[in-house]
């Protein structure tokens, strides 16, 4: 469930992970264009909320100087008496001595009360690593002996608190830019755990330092959405499938576009929209548009139907039909082309403004436009200006050129403003202006072809559409099969 209630302004799970990896891709193209290799590492713990022990967590309270009565308070809440049904009638009672209630307040209390030990260990001995974890979703990176270090915390954590780690989200990618013509494949140190590192759809890649889609996975969840669509028994139902599934769960982990992953992320999306449609749809014309309308007309005998029709918004008569195209094409225009112009910009700002300090160390400092009367060079004896490695040793720490770099390559792109007809401006009115650039597009499209067939934007009018009803239709018969 990634719906947002409106008043909260915090970020929600699906952001912050978003903010994550553009963090990641940035720092990627940061550090390994600064000459540095770099190795990241992701993993979590296998079952962490039903595995934690209790034991671990009462010994963390009672560390922190929490009371023995509240100690007592949490012991008889967790340890609860548990008889399995599947182990017949004759299966004694066990106590229950790991695991929380699940998505409840004292879970989330006495899970993070555990954690934040593993924090605190984590930023006192790695020496400078940063950690990124949320809940039990761990991630870290920098160079090859940092998260060697890391990982053996990680470990010595997870042997201490009696946890394992989920093998299957569990990897580590070392990515070496090559620094001449023959690229060699970078290995990441023996110690460090084996797999990938993955996040949704996207598989960190340690030839381009990228993260790339991975098609076999899309391709097993092709099947599960056709599975999906074919248990649908109304129209509504399969509109309301596609929408979740086919646009808004794909949407959502293909990872959200951001300078740093630059143009080539959004053209991968396309495609890979493209390719799904291709492959769910093949024997009805190869798109969700051309299944739809196939449908209709074998159920209503409805013909020559106009796509501003399916994808119109349903307090304007539509269907509702989402299309994952649009809102990649409203940002494709103002996201970075290629992400490494901002560190070439970079480079080029820090060597300009080398050579002007090394100007008015030598030839004097210039001030309003006046040059004073004796240069640093007199003043420390005739030494030369320090070399270009000296001077941008604390880059890291002292740079605002690579601030604003690092700024621009974690920007999200603008989503560009659709730019509105007289025709559309007459119909519509005041109306487009509370109206989002997904709706302003879908209608700037099809305004044309559906002013022209049904006389106005509205196919019906407002009073005869019982949007309530229809709403809590869609959404209430439909059960996800599996």
Known sequence: DDSEDELDTRKSGQQITQTLLHTLAAEIILKTRLGQDMTVV????????????????????KFFKVSERWID????????PMKFVQDGPDAPVQIRKRGTPISGPLSDFLAETVLFCLDFAFNQESKGLRLYRLHDDIWFWGSDEQCVKGWEIMNKFANLAGLDFNEEKTGSVRIVRPRNSSSTRATVHPSLPKGDVRWGFLKLDSQSGRLLIDQKSVDRHIEELRLQLDACKSIFDWIHVWNIYGARFFSNNFG???????????DMLLQTFARIQAKLFAGTGGSVTST???????RFGVTDIPEGYLYFPMSMGGLDLKSPFIDLYLIRGSICSRPDVYMDNFFTREDADYRAAKKDFEHGTGRSGFNVDYSLKKKYGDQDFMSMEEFTRYQELTSKNLV?????LTKEPDVEKVKVTAEVT??????????????????????SNMIARFGGLNVVDKGLLPTGMVSMFRESRFKWQG
């Open 42 to 61: 992701r993993t979590d713990f296998a079952w962490f909320g039903p595995s934690l022990p209790h034991s671990t967590m009462f010994a963390v309270l």
């Open 73 to 80: 308070f949490f012991r008889r809440s967790l340890e609860a």
């Open 256 to 266: 959200k576009p951001a300078n740093s992953f630059g143009l080539a992320h959004v």
């Open 292 to 298: 739809l309308k196939q449908m209709l007309t074998d």
């Open 404 to 408: 604003r770099a690092y700024d621009l």
């Open 426 to 447: 007459t119909v519509i009115g005041p109306k487009w202006r509370s109206m989002g650039p997904y709706q302003q597009w879908v209608i700037q499209l099809y305004a």
